[in-house]
């Protein structure tokens, strides 16, 4: 079992970037696909990104050009890069790790909040 933990998130200006980072525990994060999430006020809990190995990641169109996912095994830790935020980036991110070939994300953070401002 792995337990995740976020971090980085906060108030910034449209255009600024942020990386948001979440650290692994229990397990390592090489076992698992990476997957993180958005969720915005008043909307549902949407893929951002995801990494199923270093060199096969997903990304949701909005995400595309703007955001990049990766994993540092030596830290056992996963981030998200975000650039150019814009306002409806605003959401509580979310990390989330599942096993290989499963449909269902099994492990989850308390999430990190992002705003940006206009």
């Known amino acids: 079992q792995v337990q995740l933990v976020e971090s980085g998130g906060g108030l910034v200006q449209a255009g600024d970037s942020l990386r948001l980072s979440c650290a692994a525990s229990?397990?390592?994060?090489?076992?698992?696909?990476i997957g993180w999430f958005r969720q915005a006020p008043g909307k549902e809990r949407e893929l951002v990104a995801a990494?199923?190995?270093?060199?096969?990641?997903y990304y949701s169109d909005f995400a595309k050009g703007r955001f990049s996912i990766s994993r540092d095994s030596a830290r056992n830790t996963a981030y998200l890069q975000m650039n150019s935020l814009k306002p409806e980036d605003t959401a509580v991110y979310y990390c989330?790790?599942?096993?290989?070939?499963?449909?269902?994300?099994?492990?989850w953070g308390q999430g990190t909040q992002v705003t940006v401002s206009s």
């Open positions: 989330s790790a599942k096993f290989r070939g499963s449909s269902n994300w099994h492990y």
């Open positions: 229990g397990s390592t994060v090489t076992n698992y696909v």
């Open positions: 990494t199923y190995t270093p060199s096969s990641t």
